[in-house]
C-alpha cells in the first residue's frame, strides 16, 4: 500500500531529526523538505503542501523553546497537528440518531466504489446493533440491482428494488416511505454513478434528493484518480450539497494523497475509509488518529472507541480479579477481539507493535482456535476435566474440529499462559476494581506495577510489547482515554 510508504518515509524523516546532537534550523529545513517530498510523490496537491510547510514554519516560530528534547516534541507536535488539518476542513458529520430513521444518499463517479461501499457502509451500523436496509435506486448500471441484493443477502440486510420500474426517483421514494414505516434506523440510497458532465443524470440525482430528504449525503471518492477528482468533487458539492466523504480503492497502488486532499473541494469531512473488496476492509476515519498511526504512534483512542462499542466486559473484570481464566473466558476473549475488526489493523492501533504479516494471518489462527473450543464439552471448556491428562478427548477435539492434536496442545499452551498472567496479575490486586483501581496504581506505585508486569507475561511476549515500561504506558492511556475517547481529547 502506497500509503504505508507514506507513513515510512514521513517517520524517517522525523527519525532523522531525533538522531541530531542539536535541533538547529538547518536540521528542521532538511525535514520539512524531506516531508514535503514525501507529501508530493504520494499525490498530494503541491499548493497544500506549500501551505503546510509554511503553516509548521511559523508555528515552530510561535512556539520557540529551549533546543533538546522539548524542541523535539514541540517539531512533532506541530507537524502531527499540522498534518491533521490538512485532512480536517473543519466540519462536523451528521451524527446517527438511534430509534429514528436516517436517510443516507450516496453518491459518485462511475466506478468508484459505490455499490461495495453500501454494503460495508450498512455491515459497520449493523455490527453496532443498528437496524439497516438498501434501496437500489441505481437503474443506469447493468447489475447494479443484482450485486447490491447479493450484498444484502450475505449481510442479512432488507433490501428494496424494481427490475420493472424504471424510474429511479420513484423507486426511491417508495423504498424509503416503506422502511419508514418499519422504523429502520438506517436506510441507504444507492443512486447511479455519473461523470460532472452529465447534466441530465445530475439533475436525476438533484430529484433523488427532493423526493427522499435524506439526512447525510455522502461522497465516494475513488483514491486511484488522485488530483483529478477535485473538480469532480466541486460540482457534486454545488449539486447536492455533499455532508461526508468516504474514499475508496485505498488498497494497492492507489497513491490516495491526492484523493484525500482533494476532500477540501467538498467541504466536508472523511468519515470512511476502504481498502479492500471484504466488509471487513472499512474503517471510521479520524484525522488525528491517521496521522498518528501513519507515522507508527498507534492509535489508542480508536482502539478504545472500537472497544466500547464492541466489548462489554465488567463481569470478566471481576471474575478475573479473582485470577480465574477458563477455556470458555478465552473463547469470550477471542469473540471480543474478532468483534474489532481484522487483527492486523486492531495491532496497528497500538504503539510499539510490529503490524502483523499476511492479510489476516493472527484473526484465522484465532478462528482455528476457536473452532477447536467449538468441539469442546462444558467440563473441558469450566476446567473440570483436563484434557492434557486425558489423550482421547484430545483426539476427539482435534477430529470435531477439522484440527491436528499439535494445533489442539497449541491451543493448551496459549490458555495456561493467559491464565498465569490473570492469575498473577489478579493475586497482585493489579485487577480489582477495574481499570480506575489500575491507573491509581500506576499513579501510586508504577515501580511496584512493573515488577508485576515482569513477573506475570512471559518475556517474550512482553519484549514483543515494547517492554514493561510501554505497556504500562499504553494501560496508562487506556484508562486516561475511559473518560476522553468522545470527547475528541488530544493524545499530544
Known sequence: MVLAELGNKLSAALQKMQAVTVVSEEVIDRMLGEVARALLEADVNVKIVGELRKAIKTRLNFEEEAAGTNRRKTIQRAFVEELSKMLDPGTKAYDMKKSKSNVVMFVGLQGAGKTTTIAKFAHHYQRKGWKCCMVCADTFRAGAYDQLRQNATKLRCPFYGSFSEADPVKIAEEGVRQFRREKYEVIIVDTSGRHRQESALFDEMQEIRAAVEPDDVVFVLDATQGQSVGDQAKAFHEAVDIGSV??????????????????????????????????????????????????????????????????????????????????????????????????????????????????????????????????MTDDELDGRVDLDKCPSRLDRVARGSGTHPVEVHMLLKCHKQFERVVSKMGKSGLMKGGDANMAKQMQRNPNNVMQQLHKAMDPRMLQQMGGAQNLMNMMKEMSKLEGEAGKGGSLL
Open 246 to 375: 468516504v474514499v475508496t480503492k485505498l488498497d494497492g497502488h492507489a497513491k490516495g494523497g491526492g484523493a484525500l486532499s482533494a476532500v477540501a473541494a467538498t467541504g466536508a469531512p472523511v468519515v470512511f475509509l476502504g481498502s479492500g473488496e471484504h466488509f471487513d476492509d472499512f474503517e471510521p476515519f479520524n484525522p488525528r488518529s491517521f496521522v498518528s498511526r501513519l507515522l507508527g504512534m498507534g492509535d489508542m483512542r480508536g482502539l478504545v472507541e472500537q472497544i466500547k462499542d464492541t466489548v462489554d466486559n465488567k463481569d470478566q473484570m471481576d471474575k478475573f480479579a479473582k485470577g480465574t481464566f477458563t477455556l470458555r473466558d478465552m473463547y469470550e476473549q477471542f469473540e471480543n477481539v474478532m468483534k474489532l475488526g481484522p487483527l492486523n489493523k486492531v495491532m496497528a492501533m497500538i504503539p510499539g507493535i510490529p503490524q502483523l504479516v499476511g492479510e489476516d494471518q493472527g484473526g484465522n489462527r484465532l478462528k482455528r482456535f476457536m473452532y477447536m473450543m467449538d468441539s
